[in-house]
């Protein structure tokens, strides 16, 4: 019996190939930033910063595809592989290859067993979400994810270490506020597979519909960030990170305002990427 060929669906696919280039270029220049770290700080600080913008810009790929998946009913296993491959690369490999080099003089040994720790915490959560997608009776729609998502794990290390570029005020190099990213990368291996509960926003698509008031906020909330963006993702990526450890203390009415959730209480348990 001849195998089928698996469907390749374009749209979704084509928004996963921008986060894997966004990963694979995020890479590159983190690589040549650590070959001019000696020779030229100045030239290799700016390497290092655009290495954050293609990490944020993998996250933005990242999110659109999984919307226009569910918005045309085109989620297939190829499309689930396909995206874990780029977020391996995107979310794992740069967030991990770009720590390791702003802190490798120092701690050269340590940095490095830390950096790996964080990659393969990654690896094994792409891992997990999969092979838990692939049973025939397992919820591949859950609204929440169980550990903090790798997409945001990324997102949360780019915009701390853009926030702290900002605060050196263009000198291009961290100083010693640079510290606090391993430790971050620790915390956030661990955070991975925590049993804390995160909302996927599953729930959010094109077809979402808001109250005038709400929209304005939303619309606030991004003009902001954009207007501030040396800063405001941090922001954004630590609220996050934080509503984790509120949400078992919220009532299931703000759960369900704050996650767009209708109908069903959120599972208990559930599986993230």
Known sequence: MNEQPSKIY???NLMTAGNLFCGFTAT???LEGALLQESNPDAAGDLFHTAIWFVLGAFVFDFLDGRLARLGGHESPFGREFDSLADIVSFGLAPALMVYRVVLQEFPRAC???AFVYLACGALRLARFNSAAARPNEANHQNTFTGFPIPAAAGLIASITLFLLWLAE???RLGNWKFVLPPLLLFLSFMMFSRFQYPSFK???WKTKKSIPRFLVISLILVFTVMNYEWMPAVLFLSYLLYGFLRPWLSREWRREIEEEIGEEPPEEGVGR
């Open 10 to 12: 374009l749209l979704p």
């Open 28 to 30: 590159l220049k983190i």
């Open 112 to 114: 490095w067993i830390i």
């Open 170 to 172: 263009g000198e291009h």
């Open 203 to 205: 729930a959010v698509n």
